[in-house]
């Protein structure tokens, strides 16, 4: 059960876009269409975002959007926004029946 | 409205047990499944635990299976966490969160989170 691989941090200039990956393998992303993302804001709760790779949740505007490909999946946000800054976590279900998160992302706008 | 919250919390010494709680309420709570998760002071979450919607199915992550136990009891709306062997690694935030649907297979996402509940192992 290895943590997902996510880059530590991505930034980007109000009204840009930008795209945040989360490597897993064959036994989690690579093998389900079970991802799911996660916001945090600082001293919160996190919030999914998106569910099932791509699915948004009433109430998540339509910036946010989600892909996969092969074990590789990847969080858009398109239009940045000064209140997107936050923690980002992908989720994977996985071959074993259990659920394994990425290590976090810091997304700071510029 | 929708609602977790957890109880339980606090500081305990090294090999120690401790018992988390976590109170649903504005939903069918035996309809769902619902997760523990972590998170160490800051760092990541960390998936623990999840329960099905009946009890039946049970699921834990490698860092806790045989230290950790999930269970509910559906006519109290209430689900549980019981900690045993504690570890100084062990010290997170823990959060009960419930599942998208009933947990018995698949990964639908978790869309209900409580505030936590803060464990201390010294």
């Known amino acids: 059960q290895s943590a997902l691989t996510q880059p530590a941090s991505v930034s980007g200039s109000p009204g840009q876009s930008i795209t945040i990956s989360c490597t897993g393998t064959s036994s989690d992303v690579g093998g389900y269409t079970y991802v799911s993302w996660y916001q945090q804001h600082p001293g919160k709760a996190p919030q999914l975002m998106i569910y099932e790779v791509t699915n948004r949740p009433s109430g998540v505007p339509d910036r946010f959007s989600g892909s996969k490909s092969g074990n590789t999946a990847s969080l858009t946000i398109s239009g940045l926004q000064a209140e997107d800054e936050a923690d980002y976590y992908c989720?994977?279900?996985?071959?074993?029946?259990?659920?394994?998160f990425g290590g976090g992302t810091k997304v700071t706008v510029l | 409205q929708v609602q977790l919250v957890e109880s339980g919390g606090g500081v305990v010494q090294s090999g120690r047990s401790l018992r988390l709680s976590c109170a649903a309420s504005?939903?069918?709570?035996?309809?769902?499944?619902i997760h523990w998760v972590r998170q160490a002071p800051g760092k990541g979450l960390e998936w623990l635990a999840v329960i099905s919607y009946h009890g039946r199915n049970t699921f834990y992550a490698d860092s806790v299976k045989g230290r950790f136990t999930v269970s509910r009891d559906n006519s109290k709306n209430t689900l549980f966490l019981q900690m045993n062997s504690l570890r100084a690694e062990d010290t997170s935030l823990y959060y009960c969160?419930?599942?998208?649907?009933?947990?018995?297979?698949?990964?639908?996402?978790?869309?209900?989170w409580g505030q936590g509940t803060t464990v201390t192992v010294s």
């Open positions: 989720c994977s279900y996985t071959t074993t029946s259990t659920w394994v």
């Open positions: 969160a419930r599942d998208r649907k009933a947990a018995v297979a698949g990964g639908y996402g978790i869309d209900v």
């Open positions: 504005g939903f069918t709570f035996s309809d769902y499944g």
